[in-house]
């Protein structure tokens, strides 16, 4: 599997928008860019996930790099909900039976 | 949206006891769930791919005999840690994506379920 590469921890105020980066230079072109977070002691939730075009949902929204090397989840206004650790991960569109590879992801702190 | 449901959420019991997880989807049918476990302060890592109707998948170093997978329906997996240890104490966490919808939608997780064996 391609491997992502994220800081191991941001930090960010609450109500202001956080930028996520993860960087994946050794992706192919049929790998998708999926985001999960997960919220202390829960299993984790699902985000946002896209392949070339930028994404926007309720959630989020995900700039990819026109080259796909890198990807960036942005939280327009973050809330103290928001914190949790963020895992940036590659998923072929032909792994539909593949588990998921978690990396060690981006703790996302969110001071009051 | 696909809900996924995990039970039970928190076991603590004795050392040599077996434990059953069940994993559930709720609104949605699953060819195949996956099963994690995460250790304290640690990222989640893939412990077996559950497939319906067949015998499900081990990822490396870990043993087929202690945790035992049934996926007997499109909508239910189980989990059975046989005589568990205190080692053997994790967060196990389980996960299933609709395949109706094509193979690159999301996966939906459970809530986990913590294990804690004396």
């Known amino acids: 599997d391609a491997k992502t590469t994220q800081p191991n921890s941001m930090e960010s105020n609450e109500e202001e928008p956080v930028h996520l980066p993860c960087n994946h230079s050794t992706i192919s072109g049929t790998d998708y860019i999926h985001w999960y977070r997960q919220l202390p002691s829960q299993g984790p939730e699902y985000v946002i996930h896209?392949?070339?075009s930028n994404v926007n949902n309720r959630m989020a929204s995900l700039a990819i790099a026109e080259d796909r090397k890198s990807s960036t989840l942005i939280l327009h206004r973050a809330t103290l909900r928001d914190a949790a650790v963020y895992y940036c991960i590659l998923l072929n569109s032909g792994g539909g039976a593949d588990g998921l590879t978690f990396g060690k992801g981006t703790h996302l702190i969110i001071q009051p | 949206g696909a809900v996924v449901s995990q039970h039970p959420s928190r076991v603590i019991c004795k050392s040599g006891t077996s434990v059953k997880i069940e994993c559930r989807s709720l609104?949605?049918?699953?060819?195949?769930m996956f099963w994690y476990r995460q250790f304290p302060k640690q990222s989640l890592m893939l412990m077996a791919t559950s497939n319906e109707g067949s015998k499900a998948t081990y990822e490396q170093g870990v043993e087929k005999d202690k945790f035992l997978i049934n996926h007997a329906s499109l909508t239910l997996s189980t989990l059975t840690v046989t005589s568990a240890h205190p080692e053997d104490s994790s967060f196990y966490i389980c996960s299933a994506r609709d395949y109706r919808k094509g193979g690159n939608q999301p996966q939906h997780f459970g809530d986990g379920t913590r294990l804690s064996i004396l």
């Open positions: 896209g392949l070339t």
């Open positions: 609104d949605f049918q699953a060819t195949t």
